[in-house]
T-cell receptor
Framework: NAGVTQTPKFQVLKTGQSMTLQCAQD?????MYWYRQDPGMGLRLIYY???????DKGEVPNGYNVSRLNKREFSLRLESAAPSQTSVYFC?????????????FGSGTRLTVV | AQTVTQSQPEMSVQEAETVTLSCTYDTSESDYYLFWYKQPPSRQMILVIR??????QNATENRFSVNFQKAAKSFSLKISDSQLGDAAMYFCAYSPYGGGADGLTFGKGTHLIIQP
């Protein structure tokens, strides 16, 4: 089925390790997003990309970097993981404006930093 | 910046009864979109219902309906004939009319429990 694919689904890291969360969509959407979800906090925007080659910071960008490799792929990198980055991460995409055409979410990545 | 507030961390309802989840938001824009998302234990984000702010008519999707009060900046979700499968986290969310860098702004969520 068409949609947003995130890998991996689960990951455990040691403090200081690095990793990249991968996200790909096959709906030809221009906009892609990374969110983190913490208990009692809802989903908060980390980074956003309106198109290939462009990225913008969201509400909680510190400690993260992103790459919009092409129209399909938008990756999130943790250079030096910290326990505060333990969270569930969601990738989403939309055809702008997202409010009109809707947002499609991936199934999430549960990341634990020990 | 826009903010979305869900004042009920948890709600409980008997199966087959009606429950209303509350949401308020703050924005200086006149045109925007509002959403309710359901997140079951599977973690998947499922769109329940959407409302365009420029439409006065309240959106309805089967057993789900909203009460949209634009002047009061209120957007509540009513679930009629509650079913066990409705048990989940429910998130209210806001999106600007033109899309843009903000994407969706979410509330903190309401955990809905269905009592059999």
């Amino acid at each position: 089925n068409a949609g947003v694919t995130q890998t991996p689904k689960f990951q455990v890291l040691k403090t200081g390790q690095s990793m990249t969360l991968q996200c790909a969509q096959d709906m030809n959407h221009n906009s892609m997003y990374w969110y983190r979800q913490d208990p009692g906090m809802g989903l908060r925007l980390i980074y956003y990309s309106a198109s290939e080659g462009t990225t913008d910071k969201g509400e909680v960008p510190n400690g993260y970097n992103v790459s919009r490799l092409n129209k399909r792929e938008f990756s999130l990198r943790l250079e030096s993981a910290a326990p505060s980055q333990t969270s569930v991460y969601f990738c989403a995409s939309s055809r702008p404006p997202g409010g009109l055409y809707g947002y499609t979410f991936g199934s999430g990545t549960r990341l634990t930093v020990v | 910046a826009q903010t979305v507030t869900q004042s009920q961390p948890e709600m409980s309802v008997q199966e087959a009864e009606t429950v209303t989840l509350s949401c308020t938001y703050d924005t200086s824009e006149s045109d925007y979109y509002l959403f309710w998302y359901k997140q079951p234990p599977s973690r998947q984000m499922i769109l329940v219902i959407r409302q365009e702010a420029y439409k006065q008519q309240n959106a309805t999707e089967n057993r789900f309906s909203v009460n949209f009060q634009k002047a009061a900046k209120s957007f509540s979700l009513k679930i009629s004939d509650s079913q066990l499968g409705d048990a989940a986290m429910y998130f209210c969310a806001y999106s600007p009319y033109g899309g843009g860098a903000d994407g969706l702004t979410f509330g903190k969520g309401t955990h809905l429990i269905i009592q059999p």
